[in-house]
């Protein structure tokens, strides 16, 4: 199990700090594992003038799966676009084809509480958003601007979706809706897109090979209101680039925090990029404040879906489980008054917890 490690900028060295721990156990308990660690991002500028070096990139493909922290910050905002920390992160997705998105949210019944949603709408809420990565709107060309011919300048981009992207991210929703309670959630805009009327005939042509899935659709703006109304009535949700990345973070909030929530970009035959939904919150980095909760759960995705270890998955996330019983909370965590521990201690709780299990 040959894992790079990506730390990236601002809390990303901190929080992947204490996911390496967490990789040091399994490995003293004879997991063969081994990682090396390289820039990215802005760490990537400062290192090599590139948010994706050439050695970063090496090293990531001769992997089996890489651990992201996080990129960017202020420092780098002001960089040409091409060498902004992001363009390191869209390009390593791009190089190394992580189409499939996987974005869990699942509430911890012990942070009920932390949501901004009632407890009854959200307690026992655990969904799975399937994002495409690769396609849609992000990279679809034509793109740019021009001047029209009334003179105005106008910005343009082009939606854009082929049968083949739409099939593999579509198998990826049945899959894992398979092996969940088995139902899908096709979310498109085909009363207006054409893009989304291809998508919709596509995904429902799929549904022959899994019968044991029980298919639906919805129009985006329809499923936004839904994952506040009634975010339960979701299992696994597959979607486009453009409509995954907002509807992902609207579900990331049901579930409390954004320092819980852990993610997979996956290729074609299973290999990742794992990385904590969050970005790299400058705002405290080196503090001793961020959460490594979602990195350390970033690890146990890898192990179930990279390394086919549902087992090792099963008791990372044990041990998250039993440190949040315990009581232990990062400040975004918090309730107010609650007592707070910071990154380390997080960390060292988890450790203890994972070498008693
Ligand atoms: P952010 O996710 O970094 O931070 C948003 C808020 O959440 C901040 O108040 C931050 O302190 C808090 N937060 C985030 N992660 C936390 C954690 N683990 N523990 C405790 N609190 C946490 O989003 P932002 O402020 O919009 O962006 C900051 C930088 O990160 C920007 O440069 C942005 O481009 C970058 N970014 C990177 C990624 C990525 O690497 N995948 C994603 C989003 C943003």
Same mark, same amino acid.
């Given at each position: 199990?040959?894992?790079?490690?990506?730390?990236?900028?601002? @809390?990303?060295?901190?929080? *992947?700090?204490?996911?390496?721990?967490?990789?040091? *156990?399994?490995?003293?308990?004879?997991?063969?594992?081994?990682?090396?660690?390289?820039?990215?991002?802005?760490?990537?500028?400062?290192?090599?003038?590139?948010?994706?070096?050439?050695?970063?990139?090496?090293?990531?493909?001769?992997?089996?799966?890489?651990?992201?922290?996080?990129?960017?910050? /202020?420092? !780098?905002?002001?960089?040409?676009?091409?060498?902004?920390?992001?363009? +390191? $992160? $869209?390009?390593?997705?791009?190089?190394?084809?992580?189409?499939?998105?996987?974005?869990?949210?699942?509430?911890?019944?012990?942070?009920?509480?932390?949501?901004?949603?009632?407890?009854?709408?959200?307690?026992?809420?655990?969904?799975?958003?399937?994002?495409?990565?690769?396609?849609? @709107?992000?990279?679809?060309?034509?793109?740019?601007?021009?001047?029209?011919?009334?003179?105005?300048?106008?910005?343009?981009?082009?939606?854009? !979706?082929?049968?083949?992207?739409?099939?593999?991210? %579509?198998?990826?929703?049945?899959?894992?809706?398979?092996?969940?309670?088995?139902?899908?959630?096709?979310?498109?805009?085909?009363?207006?897109?054409?893009?989304?009327?291809?998508?919709?005939?596509?995904?429902?042509?799929?549904?022959?090979? !899994?019968?044991? *899935?029980?298919?639906?659709?919805?129009?985006?703006?329809?499923? %936004?209101?839904?994952?506040?109304?009634? /975010?339960?009535?979701?299992?696994?949700?597959?979607?486009?680039?453009?409509?995954?990345?907002?509807?992902?973070?609207?579900?990331?909030?049901?579930? +409390?925090?954004?320092?819980?929530?852990?993610?997979?970009?996956?290729?074609?035959?299973?290999? +990742?990029?794992?990385?904590?939904?969050?970005?790299?919150?400058?705002?405290?980095?080196?503090?001793?404040?961020?959460?490594? $909760?979602?990195?350390?759960?970033?690890?146990?995705?890898?192990?179930?879906?990279?390394? %086919?270890?549902?087992?090792?998955?099963?008791?990372?996330?044990?041990?998250?489980?039993?440190?949040?019983?315990?009581? $232990?909370?990062?400040?975004?965590?918090?309730?107010?008054?609650?007592?707070?521990?910071?990154?380390?201690?997080?960390?060292?709780?988890?450790?203890?917890?994972?070498?008693?299990?």
């Amino acid at each position: 199990m040959k894992i790079a490690i990506l730390p990236g900028d601002g @809390i990303g060295p901190e929080i *992947v700090g204490q996911a390496q721990r967490v990789l040091d *156990v399994l490995r003293d308990d004879g997991l063969a594992i081994s990682y090396d660690t390289a820039p990215i991002g802005g760490a990537g500028c400062d290192a090599a003038q590139d948010p994706l070096p050439p050695a970063t990139l090496a090293l990531a493909r001769a992997a089996d799966a890489i651990l992201m922290g996080a990129v960017g910050g /202020p420092r !780098y905002d002001t960089l040409p676009r091409p060498m902004r920390p992001e363009q +390191g $992160l $869209l390009r390593i997705r791009r190089e190394l084809g992580l189409f499939a998105n996987l974005r869990p949210a699942l509430l911890y019944p012990e942070l009920a509480a932390a949501s901004s949603l009632k407890a009854e709408v959200v307690s026992g809420l655990d969904l799975l958003i399937v994002r495409e990565l690769t396609g849609d @709107i992000y990279f679809g060309q034509p793109r740019g601007r021009r001047r029209n011919a009334e003179g105005a300048d106008e910005g343009f981009d082009t939606m854009h !979706y082929s049968v083949p992207e739409i099939e593999r991210i %579509a198998r990826v929703g049945f899959e894992a809706a398979r092996k969940r309670s088995g139902r899908l959630c096709s979310v498109d805009k085909a009363n207006v897109l054409d893009t989304s009327i291809l998508w919709r005939e596509t995904v429902t042509r799929l549904a022959a090979d !899994y019968a044991d *899935v029980a298919l639906t659709h919805m129009y985006v703006d329809n499923a %936004a209101m839904q994952l506040v109304k009634n /975010p339960k009535q979701f299992d696994v949700i597959v979607t486009g680039n453009l409509f995954g990345d907002i509807l992902s973070d609207e579900a990331s909030m049901l579930a +409390g925090s954004i320092g819980m929530l852990p993610s997979a970009s996956l290729d074609a035959n299973g290999k +990742g990029l794992y990385e904590p939904i969050h970005g790299a919150a400058p705002d405290i980095a080196g503090r001793d404040l961020a959460n490594p $909760l979602a990195t350390i759960l970033s690890l146990a995705m890898m192990f179930r879906h990279t390394f %086919a270890h549902a087992d090792v998955a099963q008791r990372i996330e044990g041990s998250v489980r039993s440190v949040l019983r315990r009581g $232990l909370r990062t400040g975004d965590i918090a309730l107010p008054g609650e007592a707070v521990v910071g990154t380390r201690a997080m960390g060292d709780a988890v450790i203890a917890a994972l070498r008693s299990s």
